[in-house]
């Protein structure tokens, strides 16, 4: 993006030397249509600058936790510059609706992004200011924590996500060795992480309370702009994955345990092929990994290949796991370079390969969206992000023959795939309607959040691993869950996105070229459209009624059963 406002050789330093420019955009007078888009492209560039200064800080914080002077740079953003900056955009967004020229604001888009900004000034409080400065502190603590542990396992010392690649291991011994030395790693902080979980519970609900909200749950569904449903069609999606997902995994279960010739399936024994092969390894290394992404998103579309490859030209791309290496992975959208960023720690396993083409989805949609005015039409809810990463899984799943020697391996890791498709509803379910409980009942105790979990678990958890002498284990198994300490109830999208992902997969299956040029439609119109409407520019609806689920499961469960 070329700088037409924001002076081109300015750095975010300091809030003394970035006020001017807001304090520019307040006092502008605006007196036609026209002064007030030349306005808002304005802001947008700002508001491009500063938010990948502050990317940036974060993505650097996020690849080596360890680094004091990184967090204290994200720290000092979050101190020092964003409480100063919230007051002075609350102001900002008002300018923009006392306008009397907003009525001109005719092209696509911006009735969304208006309604934004309305509910973005009928949320915000000067008084919560400190308080999400405070909650940001507090969210970081949680990747410190997880980025600091670690296990000694033959003489190495090793990541818990390395770790895992043990939990494929087909000498039950060793699984269940390298199992019980992670469980016990995690035990070590299961404290520290309830305590930081209850200081943010604590905070959230204040800062809902401010806002005049009776509490955190439906404070923050506002806050995440959920237009398009209710909470009460959460709680129907809960019941719904209950009903027709939840028996899907338990039969599933049942067949690996008689594959296995287990008379007692134990939580070692369920990333373990039920054929006694080894895992699945798509590469040998993170340059590996990029050459065969690239390849497999050629076979796709080459713009999606070119993605890639264009940022791994910039250098966007950090993706082996190492020690003081913040845990999971992301894609973060750059938004003055409009290349993005992915982070993720892979380890030579078939779930990296996943995670890979799940955040090169949301890379594409990045690239997808780079012509759209405003930043805020680049910055689509979650409910649309996921669905650019979740239907990239699926559908480049037709493609991975790249990574993949033998027909066996590729049907393998096609199962595997919808294996996982199918574990996620419950899991997502789960976490939502526990975080519904939370925040419900901010004042409960620990012991009453462990027994909510456990009477989860009991409704979306399988019955057939047995966690007897392990209840310890599975009662604190939410710990590790990042959603529920970084980004409160942004989960659930993931399930919606998931159906939709479902659906715009089968259909690829029945026209490949079709489906491709739906899904870059879609995500082309980032948010300039509502989600509904965005799925259907996808070709597929957004719907999570029981029925739908259940056309969308028996669609999964039928090519489940063809590889």
């Known amino acids: 993006m070329k700088r037409h406002f924001v002076k081109p050789d300015f750095t975010v330093t300091n809030w003394d030397l970035l006020k001017p420019y807001f304090e520019g955009l307040q006092n502008r007078v605006i007196n036609s249509a026209a002064e007030l888009e030349a306005w808002l492209k304005d802001y947008s560039e700002l508001s491009a600058v500063v938010s990948e200064d502050m990317a940036w800080r974060y993505i650097k914080m996020t690849c080596d936790t360890a680094n004091t002077q990184l967090r204290d740079s994200y720290n000092d953003f979050v101190q020092n510059i964003e409480p100063h900056m919230a007051p002075l955009s609350n102001d900002l967004n008002k300018k923009i609706m006392d306008s009397a020229f907003k009525g001109s604001l005719t092209k696509t888009g911006y009735d969304i992004y208006l309604r934004g900004i309305k509910n973005s000034i009928d949320l915000f409080r000067e008084e919560n200011i400190p308080l999400n400065t405070k909650l940001q502190e507090l969210e970081q603590q949680f990747g410190e924590i997880n980025g600091a542990q670690s296990i000694d396992y033959k003489g190495e010392k090793m990541t818990l996500q390395k770790a895992g690649v043990f939990l494929k291991d087909l000498d039950r011994k060793v699984r269940e060795e390298v199992y019980t030395k992670v469980q016990d790693r995690r035990s070590q902080d299961e404290t520290a992480l309830n305590e930081l979980f209850t200081q943010l519970i604590d905070l959230r609900n204040q800062v809902a309370l401010n806002a005049g909200f009776k509490n955190f749950r439906d404070y923050k569904h506002q806050s995440l702009a959920r237009f398009d449903y209710s909470v009460q069609d959460c709680l129907n999606f809960h019941e719904a994955v209950k009903l027709h997902a939840v028996p899907l995994i338990n039969e599933h279960d049942k067949q690996r345990k008689q594959k296995l010739k287990l008379d007692d399936y134990r939580p070692w024994d369920t990333s373990v092929d039920e054929e006694a092969l080894p895992p699945l390894k798509p590469f040998a290394n993170a340059q590996e990994l990029i050459d065969r992404t690239i390849a497999c998103f050629n076979k796709l579309d080459p713009f999606f290949g070119e993605c890639i490859n264009t940022m791994q030209k910039m250098k966007r791309l950090d993706l082996d796991s190492r020690l003081g290496k913040a845990p999971g992975g992301y894609q973060y959208p750059l938004y003055e370079t409009d290349v993005p960023f992915i982070f993720m720690n892979s380890v030579g396993l078939h779930r990296d390969l ?98 909510e979990w456990q009477k989860i678990m009991a409704d979306f958890g399988s019955s057939v691993i047995n966690y007897k002498g392990l209840e310890s284990n599975l009662k604190r198994r939410w710990q590790v869950q990042l959603h529920l300490y970084e980004v409160p109830f942004y989960y659930i999208e993931y399930g919606f996105a998931q159906l939709g992902a479902i659906a715009v997969w089968r259909n690829y299956k029945r026209d490949p070229k079709k489906g491709v040029e739906a899904y870059k439609k879609a995500l082309a119109l980032g948010y300039t459209k509502s989600i509904p409407q965005i799925y259907e520019a996808a070709g597929i609806k957004f719907d999570f009624s029981p029925a739908y689920i259940k056309e969308l499961m028996d669609f999964v469960k039928a090519e489940y059963e063809k590889i």
């Open 354 to 451: 996943v995670t890979m083409v799940h955040e090169g989805g949301h890379a594409i949609h990045s690239f997808l969206d780079f012509d759209l005015d405003l930043v805020d039409f680049k910055s689509p809810p979650s409910e649309v992000a996921e669905l650019a990463s979740m239907s990239m899984e699926l559908m480049s799943m037709e493609h991975w023959d790249v990574f993949f020697k033998t027909d066996e391996e590729l049907k393998r890791a096609k199962r595997q795939q919808l294996e996982s498709v199918l574990d996620a509803l419950p899991w997502i379910a789960a976490i939502d309607k526990f975080q519904h409980w939370i925040y419900l009942n901010p004042k409960h105790t620990v012991t009453e959040r462990y027994e």
